[in-house]
C-alpha cells in the first residue's frame, strides 16, 4: 500500500502539465523503482545476513557498491533519454556541483535502508518480546503448579495430624473425620486443577476445613467466622486461604490457656478482603504439626498470580497475630 501510494502520487499532483508521464516516469518512477530495490535486498537479505550478524561494515560497503551503482544507471539514463526530452539539458553554472547531486541521491537512497533496518528490527523486538512472554508464561504455569503440589500434601499431613490426635480419645469421631477429610480431598484433587473456581466453592471448601480443625480443639479455644452470605460470580484462584486458616490454628490454640480465631470476608465490587485473628501461641521448636511452608506458598502464588493486585500484611500486637489479604479479581 506504500508503494502504491507512493508510485500514484506524483502523477496525481502533476496531473496539467504536458508530457507527464514521461516526466513521472524518469524524475519519480525510476528512483522509486531503485528505493523499492534496496529496500527489499536490505529487509529480506543484507540486514540479517550482515548487520544482524555484526558484520557492519560489509553491510555498509555492499549498500554503498548499490547506491553507486544505481546512481550511474540514473546519470546515464537521463544523459541518454531524458535530458533530450526536457528542453534543453542543463550546462554550465546552471547543473548542480557533483558534490550536491550526489549528497542529495544518498539521502534519498539511505532512507528505504533506514527504514528497512527499523522495521526489520522492530519485527525481530517484537517476536524476542512474545518468546520471552511465552517463555514467563510457561515459567509461571510450571511454578504454580509445583506450589500447588507443595499445598496438597502439606494440607494432607495437617489433617492427618488432627486425626491422629483423635483416634485413642474418640474412635467414633475419627472415622466421621475421615469420611470429612476424603471429601475435601476430593475437591482439593479434582476441582482445583483450573486456574480460577467460583469463590462461593472456595467458602464452602473453608467452612468444612474449620468443621474438621474444630474436632480437636477444646472449649478454650472460641472460633468466630463469617462469610458473604449471597453467592457472588467472583472466580478467584484455588486455595488462596487456607493456609491462613491452618496458620491460625496452629498457632492459636492452646491447650490451657483461653483463645480466640476470628475470620471475616468481605467482597465489594471486584475486590475480595479477608482478615483472620488469633491469639498467639509460638510453637516449640520439637513441634513437626506443620511443615512451616503455608503462608511462604501463600505469598509466592500471590505474586505470581495477582502482581500489583494484592496487598498482604501480617502484624502481631499485644499477643494477637492478625493477617489481612486484599485481592483485585
Known sequence: ??????????????????????????????????????????????????????????????????????????????????????????????????????????????????????????????????ERKEAANAKLQSELQHLRYQLQPHFFFNSLNNIYSLVDVAPDQAKSTIHSLSKLMRYLLYETNTELVPLTNEIDFMRKYMELMKLRISDKTKVASSFPIANTSIQIAPLLFISLIENAFKHGVSATKESVISLEMKVQDNHVFFTIENNNFPK???????????????????????PNKHKFKTSLKEGIYSISLKIET
Request: proline residues 3%.
Open 284 to 306: 516449640e521448636d520439637t513441634d513437626k504439626s506443620g511443615s512451616g511452608i503455608g503462608l511462604q506458598n501463600l505469598q509466592k502464588r500471590l505474586e505470581l498470580l495477582y
Open 1 to 130: 500500500m506504500v508503494w502504491m501510494v507512493l508510485f500514484c502520487l506524483p502523477y496525481i499532483l502533476s496531473s496539467g502539465q504536458q508530457q507527464i508521464v514521461i516526466k513521472v516516469f524518469a524524475h519519480s518512477w525510476i528512483p522509486l523503482i531503485m528505493y523499492i530495490i534496496l529496500f527489499y535486498l536490505n529487509y529480506f537479505g543484507l540486514i540479517d545476513w550482515f548487520l544482524l550478524k555484526k558484520k557492519v561494515l560489509l553491510f555498509i560497503l555492499i549498500n554503498c557498491l548499490v547506491i553507486s551503482i544505481f546512481l550511474l544507471i540514473r546519470n546515464e539514463l537521463n544523459t541518454l533519454f531524458f535530458d533530450a526530452l526536457f528542453n534543453a539539458p542543463l550546462k554550465g553554472d546552471d547543473r548542480p556541483t557533483l558534490k550536491l547531486f550526489i549528497y542529495i541521491q544518498i539521502i534519498s537512497f539511505v532512507l528505504p535502508i533506514a527504514f528497512a533496518i527499523a522495521l526489520k528490527t522492530t519485527e525481530r523486538w517484537l517476536k524476542t518480546e512474545a
